[in-house]
């Protein structure tokens, strides 16, 4: 069963502090995963993709397949990243696809 | 290009009673998924419909139904409501053949079983 763990429920940085948001997951496949972000009182909305590899807001995130793991980090927080995040993995196959499985989410609060 | 819409935003219902939650999908989304969101959880695959059949569930009971309209728009049912549903519940809309990356979430509705 594919399942994604986010360890910290709440996370908390002063601005200008590099934040790391972990993500494990299981898998027996060829993972794809997300993040998503919901800031206050707006819906959820995707953050980033593995595969595309690209830097969204300053935030990048690896997959690193030895370690199951797919962190989401940005050198330099900003207040504006205050948000609840979501760490996600796509069913690609079978029934189901285009299911996702998310992690319980970490709330970052960024500190003036 | 509308968004996703989900109506009604809140709702509060009674132990026992059915509920139906309604969801209209972005412009050319022609799949749509279900996801219970409780307190303090990340969301929760209920379903997915395409072409107006269900083809995905999760590890929901048969009271838990739904459907979708050759307009795309779709219904959540549940049937015998428990206290344990109360929950935000979250449509997702998306083009076939795009995965994760091509959602649109709606805002939800929150459920109150009492």
């Known amino acids: 069963a594919q399942r994604v763990t986010q360890p910290e429920k709440l996370l908390s940085v002063f601005k200008g502090a590099p934040v790391e948001l972990k993500c494990n997951y299981s898998?027996?496949?060829?993972?794809?995963l997300f993040w998503y972000v919901q800031y206050s009182r707006q819906r959820l909305q995707l953050l980033l993709r593995h595969i595309s590899r690209e830097s969204i807001k300053g935030f990048t995130a690896d997959l690193n397949k030895g370690e199951t793991s797919f962190h989401l980090k940005k050198p330099f927080a900003q207040e504006e990243d205050s948000a609840m995040y979501y760490c996600a993995l796509l069913n690609a196959g079978g029934t189901s696809y285009g299911k996702l499985t998310f992690g319980q989410g970490t709330i970052l609060t960024v500190h003036p | 290009e509308t968004g996703v819409t989900q109506s009604p935003t809140h709702l509060i219902k009674t132990r026992g009673q059915q509920v139906t939650l309604r969801c209209s999908s972005q412009s050319g989304h022609n799949t749509v998924s279900w996801y219970q969101q409780a307190l303090g959880q990340g969301p929760q695959f209920i379903f997915q419909y395409y072409r107006e059949e269900e083809n995905g569930r999760g590890n929901f009971p048969p009271r838990f139904s739904g459907l979708q309209f050759p307009n795309y728009s779709s219904e959540l049912n549940v049937n015998a409501l428990e206290l344990d549903d109360s929950a935000l519940y979250l449509c997702?809309?998306?083009?076939?053949?795009?995965?994760?990356?091509?959602?649109?979430f709606g805002s939800g509705t929150r459920l109150t079983v009492v």
């Open positions: 997702a809309s998306r083009a076939t053949g795009t995965g994760g990356e091509g959602y649109t």
């Open positions: 898998y027996s496949g060829s993972p794809e």
